[in-house]
């Protein structure tokens, strides 16, 4: 079955280049794969510079790899054209960090609605567009009566930010790539937006990629993980499995950072040391990238980069304390996602308990 979106060892480097300015590796080696067919949730998570919003772009065609490949249905991002190109825009939309920049201050706010419904013809009369954009509103938890007819300026960050789901909703596309979508909003509506995006995957059948450095809410929101660290997978798989029982120091160091409801979780997260994820990475590095904070480096951290080792069906970890397991190629990623695989309504998360239909916001 052909993925709806698939990332092939992709390798994102920015600089270097004629004027030979330092180099830096933004993602590596990075494979992933966006099923047409099953509905999922996934959360790349990691700190400021770890290549978040890079594969974001990335998987939006934004930007193109250094090596590697993004594909759309099988044929390749940045050589789509015609009908294929106008597919891609309607099946995978993206909801970004600050929407106030997508908006023109001098429109209502009802243009960024109106627009692709006149781009992708998606109604036959003036009724039946005013009809899809309140439904729209209403999906994502916003009165019409009280949004539609503002300008931007007169509607909080946090209603800015769910018009754009609203936006993404009307699409009814296949694939949202949210990055950073709740991190302007205090907390209760960051519950009413997650539990929007979230009923857009339950109700509507979209898949969405949640990017964010918050391990909290990709906790609450996905079924799958994907943990960055300067642009390499440290660890991924099941949400429930990596955040519960974390096994990349890393990993181990972002979870000890978050209040978690486990009284006997044990981590030495003080006893890592060194520095934050800075603007130089390593250029194919060779070497766990990790070594420098990492309290359990070995000497063979720095002479080899550790592989993906599958510590369970589903769940792998770059870190040669779990060499034992059997070693994958970062392509077979999938594979773990699929393995065992549970629907997220199984799970209710917390955030779903407490968004508040029909809220209008701040
Ligand atoms: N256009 C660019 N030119 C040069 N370097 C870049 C560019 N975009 C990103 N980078 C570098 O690539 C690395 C990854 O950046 P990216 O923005 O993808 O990280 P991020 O995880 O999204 O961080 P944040 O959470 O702070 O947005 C960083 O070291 C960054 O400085």
Known sequence: ???????????????????????????????????????????????????????????????????GQILYRGKDLQKLSGEDRRAFLHDVQAVFQDPFEVYNPFYKVDHVLRLPIKN?????????????????????????????????????????????????LLLRPRLIIADEPVSMVDASLRATILGSLLKLNQEFGISLI??????????????DIIVLYRGSVVEAGDVEQVVRDPQHPYTRLLVGSIPLPN???????ERVLGRPAGDLNPVGSSYCKFHERCPFAMPMCVEQAPPLFQ???????????????????????VHVFANGYQPQAARQPEVHRESGAGESGS
């Open 1 to 67: 079955m052909t993925a709806l979106l698939e990332a092939r060892h992709v390798t994102k480097v920015f600089g270097g280049g004629l004027l030979r300015k330092t180099q830096t590796v933004a993602l590596e080696d990075f494979s992933f794969q966006v099923s047409g067919d099953t509905p999922r949730i996934t959360a790349i998570v990691g700190e400021s510079g770890s290549g978040k919003t890079t594969l974001a772009r990335l998987l939006l065609g934004l930007v193109s790899p250094t090596r």
């Open 210 to 223: 949640y990017i964010t450095h918050d391990l909290t809410t990709a906790y609450q929101v996905s079924q």
């Open 120 to 168: 992708f013809g998606l109604a036959r009369s003036r009724q039946e567009a005013r009809a899809m954009m309140e439904e729209a509103l209403h999906a994502v938890g916003l009165r019409p009566e009280e949004t539609l007819g503002r300008y931007p300026h007169q509607l909080s960050g946090g209603q800015r930010q769910r018009i754009m789901v609203a936006r993404a």
């Open 311 to 333: 510590t369970d069906p589903r769940r792998v970890t770059a870190c040669y304390l779990y060499r034992d397991a059997p070693a994958i190629g970062p392509e077979e990623l």
């Open 263 to 269: 009284p006997d979780r044990v981590w030495q997260g």
